[in-house]
């Protein structure tokens, strides 16, 4: 059986890469939650949820590229 600290650990894995990876689609999209969600093979309303779950605010593709 495995220990319960090994379980957490996978666990902040598993959503550190799954944050990654929603992150990079989003930049990929250019934050176009339906094209990501298509990429990702889930629905905008899963989509929605994740990034919700990740704490990843709205726009923040946006404000990120003002600098240019």
């Known amino acids: 059986?495995?220990?319960p600290e090994s379980v957490g650990g996978l666990?902040?894995?598993a959503r550190a890469r799954e944050r990654e990876?929603?992150?990079g689609?989003?930049?990929a999209t250019h934050g176009n939650v339906a094209r990501t969600a298509e990429a990702l093979g889930r629905s905008r309303t899963a989509v929605y949820r994740l990034i919700e779950r990740h704490k990843i605010p709205l726009g923040w593709h946006r404000r990120r590229s003002r600098g240019r």
Do not use: G, K, M, T
């Open 21 to 23: 990876e929603l992150l």
């Open 1 to 3: 059986a495995e220990r």
């Open 25 to 27: 689609r989003l930049r």
């Open 11 to 13: 666990r902040a894995e």
